[in-house]
């Protein structure tokens, strides 16, 4: 019999994930290699590393753990479901369950799909909006992101050489595929309803994230896109996969009432385990029925793990919690509590910081000028934020750009980071 391995040591780990993941677990975020983290576990909003340092953690796995991480009713639910099986690829209640849950919740849902990422379920929105207009063509903004599919990667970060037309924040990508994206500027009223309407006859969709990575929707601008795509014959897709459980219980078209026709959903469903989905209107998720004959005219929807009833037990146990009473207020209350914080930090200093975000949302922004999109982020101290987060995870605050409030965060979680906080800024000056 083989002998068990010796658990690895914390620069094994560094070393090997260079060696054999190209440098990280997840994706592009990567904190320098004396700094870098490996999580041993998570209990609330804490995280523990392999050398047993504890991090009040404001990453929550890229925002999923919305309760905590290992919330005992989550744990307790995946434990039970997976004695009784892990997937099956055919209907179980957990699954049903969770659509029937979230078509009370979510205001635009009449329907579900799900799915096992976020990308996976953008993907699937836009192809379902293009089978069910019939046009091919899809309206995004520069700095939103909806995953990393092809249409995805289209101005995800940055701004076009020339609006309207797409250029690449990846290299792989197919060139062709810019032909069928136009890509907007976030906030911008009226370059926005003119591309809307001067293409409405090739726009299957406008997709957006409700609240933009940090920057809030300027006042009127999502209602403006729900009036103008109805009169154009466009569908509105909401991106919620932040904002999804997170804003309310039905997402940012609570919060902000405005409903869409489809809204993509994932991360805090399910506190941490992969599963996301798309909602909306009945005859629009119905093109994603199983298609009868070949070639199909449907929308071609299919994985493996969609449906999965190990993810649904989480979802069902992360929305009992949630829908608590008070729930909401809490995490409202902890994160004005964290943003007043940091505000008197800054000030104490006479750092001028800008504190975006909404809802349990936050990210600090070194900047004078009111920022509403892309070209205003890049004008903000990018280099002194880097810095002022790597001063925060030497302190043992963890954060990767964004601030995301727990359920499980304390006040004496907050006063600590403020305190971290504080420290962090003095040190991020140069
Ligand atoms: C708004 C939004 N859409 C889509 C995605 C992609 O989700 P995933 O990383 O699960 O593919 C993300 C991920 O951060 C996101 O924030």
């Known amino acids: 019999m083989e002998e068990p391995r010796p658990p690895l040591e914390r620069d094994d780990v560094l070393r090997l994930a260079h060696e054999l993941m190209a440098g990280t677990v997840s994706g592009q975020f990567r904190l320098p290699d004396d700094l870098a983290v490996v999580a041993a576990s998570g209990s609330g909003a804490h995280l523990y590393d392999l050398d047993g340092r504890r991090y009040i953690d404001y990453m929550l796995g890229s925002g999923p753990v919305l309760l905590g991480h290992a919330h005992p009713e989550v744990v307790a639910a995946i434990v039970e479901q997976a004695a009784r099986g892990s997937t099956f690829y055919v209907l179980n209640s957990p699954t049903i369950e969770l659509a029937q849950r979230i078509v009370e919740v979510m205001p635009c849902a009449q329907q579900v799909k799900f799915a096992s990422s976020g990308l996976e379920a953008t993907l ?74 001067r293409n409405a006859g090739e726009l299957a969709a406008v997709i957006c994230e409700p609240m933009q990575r940090c920057l809030v929707a300027a006042p009127g601008f999502l209602r403006m896109l729900r009036a103008v795509t109805a009169s154009a014959g466009v569908l509105l897709i909401f991106d919620e996969m932040v904002t999804g459980f997170r804003f309310a219980l039905g997402g940012a078209q609570e919060r902000y009432g405005v409903v869409p026709d489809l809204a993509t959903f994932g991360k805090a469903l399910t506190n941490g385990m992969p599963m996301t989905g798309i909602a909306g209107a009945a005859e629009i998720i119905e093109v994603a029925q199983p298609q009868s004959s070949l070639p199909a005219s449907g929308a071609y929807y299919g994985n493996t793990l969609n449906g999965n009833p190990l993810c649904a037990a989480a979802g069902l146990a992360t929305l009992g919690v949630l829908s608590r009473p008070g729930t909401y207020d809490r995490l409202e209350a902890t994160t004005g509590e964290l943003r007043r914080g940091i505000e008197r930090a800054a000030a104490d200093q006479g750092v001028v910081v800008q504190l975006l975000g909404d809802g349990p949302v936050v990210q600090v922004a070194f900047a004078e000028h009111p920022i509403g999109d892309v070209a205003g982020l890049k004008r903000a101290d990018s280099a002194r934020a880097g810095r002022f987060l790597l001063e925060c995870a030497r302190r043992g605050v963890l954060s990767s750009g964004k601030f995301y409030v727990s359920v499980a965060h304390s006040n004496d979680d907050v006063d600590e980071t403020v305190e971290v906080v504080a420290e962090a800024i003095a040190a991020s000056a140069v």
């Open 124 to 197: 699937y929105a836009l192809r379902m909006a293009r089978v069910f207009t019939g046009k091919p063509k899809i309206l995004k903004f520069a700095g939103g992101f909806h995953g990393s599919h092809d249409v995805g990667m289209i101005n995800a970060f940055t701004e076009p050489v020339q609006y309207p037309c797409g250029t690449f924040d990846s290299g792989g990508v197919p060139s062709g595929v810019a032909d069928d994206v136009i890509v907007s500027r976030w906030n911008d009223f009226s370059m926005t309803e003119d591309l809307i309407r």
